[in-house]
């Protein structure tokens, strides 16, 4: 079959490997990629936010039977209710599949904050306690923050590319970030609503089902590193690198995951109707011996794609196809036993300001059990040269988490660009495993 690939991160590129190696799929289109991409597909220059009706026009053209989507930004825009419209208006064919994603109004577990910590309330799933406060009663929740217990977390209700969340230690900041969001549109409109958060305390965690909407499987978790600093200091990012499996992640402990939250997350996704068929993300942290939700994601996260992939041996386009059936109840998930490790490469200056177009070397090493994901790079005049904040990761799979951090790190050693940096301790609490 024919495939449309929405993205252009190392979460694509991980997707994108993944997908060629199955015998289902024929033609692979990458919107719009990266150096990577272009391995095991052909790069497409479509916009694929707000407006699908280029989108469209590619599909009917080359003759896609079916859209999966790597970012958040289509889905909370609606890309599958687009799509379906679209197909119900003027069908793509008994062949088309759909969209590998939620619907929008389903996605806006991840696009509201607010739309999530309702829903979790209605079906009694672990999170921290919270209100949420706009313009309309700012003055109560300037009283309530003075009042709250220390530390607090501020989170803008909306899409904020990983940047809406602030953990204020003192009221004083509190106060003045409150302020920044609603009356300093610190966030844009991402921030015209901010959910005021109970701070846990404990170790986090990131778990993934793929789902047709009734059924799910549970793909391997992962744990991934914020912070830019070692020792998980410094700015937050986009994500430094990760691990999986998780070595604390015991079977009491994911018992617990599956039974009070993925169990009840999907339950209750069918008992609102809403539509979804993809990938769900729990962002939880383990608080004594229990899981919490902080999060939902609509699609997997990035660099945790980098780790999780890599371990499944299971088709991953056959498990797409078992979703848009609604079958995934027939399916058995194979794994890798190993350990997998990523460890992102970033441009210089990242997370502020960093330079675009730098020429990258060493890009041509190998090493078997090892793979070499590209995120924020592009080809040009016969190079590769950096196009973003984090430009590649190294992930490899051993039978030893401290050997596959090793060995990524060798790898890495190889590349370079100007201002490359990345974490060399990603998994440093585990030295063990």
């Known amino acids: 079959m024919n495939i449309l690939l929405l993205g252009s991160g190392g979460r694509e590129h991980a997707l994108a490997w993944k997908m060629h190696q199955s015998s289902l799929c024929s033609q692979l289109y990458i919107a719009p990629g990266n150096a990577g991409t272009s391995q095991y597909g052909t790069n497409v220059d479509l916009p694929i936010s707000k407006d699908f009706q280029e989108m469209e026009s590619f599909c009917r053209t080359r003759s896609i039977q079916m859209i999966v989507v790597g970012p958040e930004d289509p ?5 599958y209710d687009y799509f379906e419209a679209a197909h119900q208006r003027e069908s793509f064919g008994a062949s088309w599949l759909g ?3 939620p619907s929008g109004e389903a996605a806006q577990l991840e696009g509201s904050k607010a739309y999530a910590k309702l829903f979790m309330q209605r079906h009694n799933i672990p999170t921290a306690s919270y209100k949420e406060f706009s313009s309309d009663n700012y003055d109560a929740g300037y009283e309530y923050i003075r009042n709250h217990t220390l530390p607090v977390v501020l989170k803008a209700d909306g ?3 990983g940047k809406g969340v602030i953990i204020a230690t003192d009221h004083d900041e509190a106060l003045r970030e409150y302020e920044l969001m609603l009356r300093q549109s610190k966030f844009g409109a991402a921030g015209h609503k901010v959910v005021v958060e109970e701070f846990l305390s404990g170790i986090e965690l990131s778990v993934f089902a793929l789902t047709d909407g009734t059924h799910y499987l549970l793909l391997p978790e992962a744990k991934d590193y914020k912070r830019i ?3 998980d200091t410094g700015l937050n990012t986009g994500g430094m690198g990760a691990i999986s499996p998780v070595p604390f992640a015991n079977d009491a402990f994911m018992k617990k995951v599956e ?3 993925v169990k009840p997350t999907i339950e209750g996704l069918r008992k609102e109707q809403l539509t979804y068929k993809g990938f769900v993300f729990f962002g939880l942290i383990k608080v004594g011996n229990d899981p919490y939700v902080i999060e939902y994601n609509c699609r997997m996260g990035d660099p945790e794609t980098e780790v999780v992939i890599p371990r499944l041996k299971s088709d991953l386009v056959s498990l797409f196809v078992s979703t848009s059936k609604q079958q995934l109840n027939q399916v058995v998930l194979e794994q890798d036993q190993r350990s997998a490790v990523t460890i992102v490469a970033v441009s210089g200056g990242y997370p502020g300001e960093y330079k675009k177009g730098v020429a990258i070397t060493g890009l041509e090493t190998s090493e078997s059990n090892s793979i070499l994901f590209h995120a924020g790079t ?4 016969g190079k590769v040269v950096t196009n973003g904040g984090r430009v590649l990761a190294v992930t490899t799979l051993s039978d030893s988490l401290s050997v596959a951090v090793k060995q990524s790190r060798k790898l890495l ?3 370079q660009f100007d201002g490359m940096y990345y974490r060399k301790d990603i998994g440093y609490e585990f030295p063990e495993s």
């Open 159 to 161: 899409l904020a590319a």
């Open 259 to 261: 039974d009070r939250i």
């Open 413 to 415: 050693e190889q590349i």
């Open 229 to 231: 600093g070692e020792g």
């Open 378 to 381: 592009k080809a040009t005049e």
């Open 75 to 79: 889905l909370v825009q609606g890309v």
């Open 99 to 101: 969209v590998i994603g």
